[in-house]
């Protein structure tokens, strides 16, 4: 008599999903698919950890959490960052307690195990002889740092695409000179909401009449078309035509580049980068659009240069101004919760309450965050009822079934491994 091996429930929930519609309640409600997500996703992919600026000083740290995981960002005596995981080599005690600060050595505060700056065990007080220190320095991570944006994988082997995609993406981003900005505000903000929710909703600007704030001074019209804009967005569509002529001519007179680049779902590090014009004042996320910072980041000749977009998969995207820049990163904490981290990076000499004032500078995104995070929310709860069946998604949607589409694809590659 032949033995029918029991299915896998996560493998035939994963068969299961209809293209083109939104996914079925348990990738955002279940436990066993969270545990998935931090192992096939989180655990194996190129992840947004800091911006180098959270590191200006050697011994300056920040320490990152996914799941079981802890990372140690570190900037070394020679300016680099390192990444290490928060285990000590002892017993594994976690070292550092602390989300961020500043240390001499690295000393794990159970038995006082001290590590270099490289990782390298210095000191380990009555061991046996014959120990040998060299066999027990902290174990490290995948790091890279991007034209002042750090990111880590955990994986033993790394997606390799991250070396194809860094040249294509960092002049863009290198005129805004983000390794030498400092710092300005950090906020972060748990929503209550799987993290899958949280990405979705950043991907389309279907929802943006709820962001009052962020309509002020951003084109609220994002997938749609010439054909497709609807007639109440119509005036906003005349001005993005126009204030776009206008910006490419000054970009292209800058040596800027500007042009989209967009691989969201074909790759194992989707990113998208894109150049373009901000409404009213056309400099800044301010409610005139004007520029929150007087001293811009780097010598550009004029504040008015729009925004540049960036956004990676899985847990980041990113805001690039003349004056200042923005940097978002989500981390899932619990099927149903969900840490994003909000960064705003100034020139590193600019003076707050002579060049620019945190409170103007970060209200858009505050506001915008804290409505998000209610419709997120909103989402969940939702999505939790017993009559929730997945929904089709709408053409100014297709970055949201973009990213689905990669989420999907990279666990059928997990769980066929």
């Not at 000191?123 to 880590?152: M, N, T, Y």
């Amino acid at each position: 008599m032949k033995v029918t091996a029991p299915a896998d429930p996560l493998i035939d929930l994963v068969a299961r999903r209809a293209p083109g519609y939104s996914l079925p309640a348990a990738f955002y409600t279940s436990a066993e698919v969270f545990d998935l997500d931090i192992k096939a996703i989180f655990g194996r992919h190129w992840l947004f950890a800091a911006a180098e600026a959270e590191l200006p000083e050697p011994g300056d740290y920040v320490t990152v959490t996914l799941g079981g995981y802890s990372v140690i960002l570190v900037r070394d005596d020679d300016h680099h960052v390192r990444a290490f995981h928060n285990v000590c080599r002892h017993r594994g005690a976690r070292v550092l307690t602390e989300d961020r600060g500043s240390v001499g050595n690295i000393v794990c505060g159970y038995h006082r195990w001290t590590y270099g700056m490289d990782g390298a065990l210095l000191h380990a007080e009555a061991q046996a002889p014959g120990f040998d220190p060299s066999c027990f320095g902290l174990r490290s991570v995948h790091v890279r740092a991007l034209a002042g944006l750090v990111f880590i994988c955990l994986a033993d082997e790394p997606p390799a695409d991250f070396d194809e995609i860094a040249p294509r993406v960092e002049p863009y981003l290198a005129p805004h000179r983000l390794a030498t900005a400092k710092v300005a505000a950090q906020v972060d903000l748990v929503e209550n909401a799987n993290w899958k929710l949280v990405l979705e909703n950043n991907r389309e600007c279907y929802h943006c009449s709820g962001h009052p704030e962020l309509s002020a001074c951003y084109f609220p019209i994002y997938g749609y078309t010439r054909e497709t804009v609807p007639p109440t967005l119509q005036p906003a569509w005349d001005r993005f035509v126009k204030a776009t002529e206008n910006a490419r001519a000054t970009y292209s007179a800058l040596r800027l580049p500007y042009e989209a680049i967009e691989e969201l779902d074909n790759r194992a590090t989707g990113f998208r980068i894109e150049r373009e014009p901000l409404d009213a004042a056309g400099e800044s996320y301010t409610l005139d659009g004007r520029a929150a910072c007087s001293r811009l980041l780097a010598d550009f000749p004029t504040p008015r240069l729009g925004r540049l977009a960036m956004h990676t998969q899985p847990n980041a995207w990113f805001h690039l101004l003349a004056d200042h820049a923005v940097t978002f990163s989500v981390i899932p904490l619990a099927p149903d919760r969900t840490l994003v981290r909000t960064t705003w990076l100034v020139h590193s000499d600019a003076v707050e309450g002579e060049d620019y004032d945190v409170e103007r500078l970060t209200k858009v995104w505050r506001a915008t965050n804290e409505q998000d995070a209610a419709l997120v929310a909103r989402a969940h709860k939702g999505i939790g009822s017993p009559a929730y069946v997945p929904g089709p998604y709408g053409p100014t949607e297709y970055q949201v079934e973009a990213f689905v589409n990669w989420y999907h694809k990279r666990l059928k590659v997990f769980l066929a491994q």
